[in-house]
């Protein structure tokens, strides 16, 4: 033995660090570990509204839009005025408040199904909400130009 040397890494099933008959088993308690999939729990990516957990990033998913409350204008701790809303999202499997900020309001409307990228997950006055953040991205998946055009094809001249 090489004192407290690290000779070599390598992986190891997560089940067979948790089995109580592995000597092992001690060294799951240290911080490192902790850490390390405290952070790989936050990196998951969710799929449906039910999966989203406080903490998340990197998320991912299709919902409808059900209610636009009507938004707010704040001075961010920045010192910036903006304008802020909440909107209510869900999809088979559950709701969700999503957080928009100033032009992000305008692109949306009740009904639109949404495709959120990227958006990150927390908690705010006990509720889950989901924020875009500067890397998330939300995309309407009704062509509203095309819905429009089509209703002035029906419309009577």
């Given at each position: 033995?090489?004192?407290?040397?690290?000779?070599?890494?390598?992986?190891?099933?997560?089940?067979?660090?948790?089995?109580?008959?592995?000597?092992?088993?001690?060294?799951?308690?240290?911080?490192?570990?902790?850490?390390?999939?405290?952070?790989?729990?936050?990196?998951?990516?969710?799929?449906?509204?039910?999966?989203v957990r406080?903490?998340?990033?990197?998320?991912?998913?299709?919902?409808?839009?059900?209610?636009?409350?009507?938004?707010?204008?704040?001075?961010?701790?920045?010192?910036?005025?903006?304008?802020?809303?909440?909107?209510?999202?869900?999809?088979?499997?559950?709701?969700?408040?999503?957080?928009?900020?100033?032009?992000?309001?305008?692109?949306?409307?009740?009904?639109?199904?949404?495709?959120?990228?990227?958006?990150?997950?927390?908690?705010?006055?006990?509720?889950?909400?989901?924020?875009?953040?500067?890397?998330?991205?939300?995309?309407s998946e009704?062509?509203?130009?095309?819905?429009?055009?089509?209703?002035?094809?029906?419309?009577?001249?």
């Amino acid at each position: 033995m090489r004192g407290s040397e690290v000779i070599a890494q390598f992986p190891m099933d997560r089940d067979f660090l948790l089995n109580e008959n592995n000597h092992l088993r001690n060294f799951m308690g240290t911080d490192k570990i902790r850490r390390y999939l405290s952070r790989k729990n936050r990196l998951a990516s969710a799929r449906s509204i039910s999966d989203v957990r406080a903490g998340m990033s990197h998320v991912n998913l299709k919902a409808k839009i059900l209610e636009v409350a009507p938004s707010r204008s704040v001075v961010t701790r920045y010192g910036n005025n903006a304008v802020v809303a909440k909107v209510l999202i869900g999809d088979e499997t559950g709701t969700i408040k999503l957080c928009l900020w100033n032009g992000q309001i305008d692109g949306v409307s009740v009904g639109d199904v949404i495709k959120i990228e990227n958006a990150q997950a927390s908690v705010f006055r006990g509720e889950r909400q989901l924020s875009l953040g500067k890397k998330g991205t939300i995309n309407s998946e009704v062509l509203k130009p095309h819905l429009k055009s089509m209703e002035l094809l029906n419309a009577p001249t």
